[in-house]
Nanobody, 117 residues
């Protein structure tokens, strides 16, 4: 099992920045890809960014050039640096970890990001 705890959400004005953190614990040896997803009411959860254990990254088109995902394997933590935030970035952001060993996806409880116009 893997446990994920997010932090760093909050209220920010448009054009501002926030950094989300996600700390993993438990069977961390099994984690391959980690990522951030977001969800707004009545819409499906969508991928924002992901990073493999080797550092390969993938971003949603809507955040390319504004968001940066990074990973500190020594601290078992993944970060999402969000710059030039827009009101449409408002959502609950969830951390995700994929375990190839257990063939499972794990989720944090989410952290709310609100961008005011």
């Amino acid at each position: 099992q893997v446990q994920l705890v997010e932090s760093g959400g909050g209220l920010v004005q448009a054009g501002g920045s926030l950094r989300l953190s996600c700390a993993a614990s438990g069977s961390i040896f099994s984690i391959s890809t980690m990522g951030w997803y977001r969800q707004v009411p009545e819409k499906q959860r969508e991928l924002v960014a992901a990073i493999t254990s080797g550092g390969i990254t993938n971003y949603a088109d809507s955040v390319k050039g504004r968001f940066t995902i990074s990973r500190d394997n020594a601290k078992n933590t993944v970060y999402l640096q969000m710059n030039s935030l827009k009101p449409e970035d408002t959502a609950v952001y969830y951390c995700n970890a994929h375990s190839t060993t257990f063939r499972a996806n794990y989720w944090g409880k989410g952290t709310l990001v609100t961008v005011s116009s």
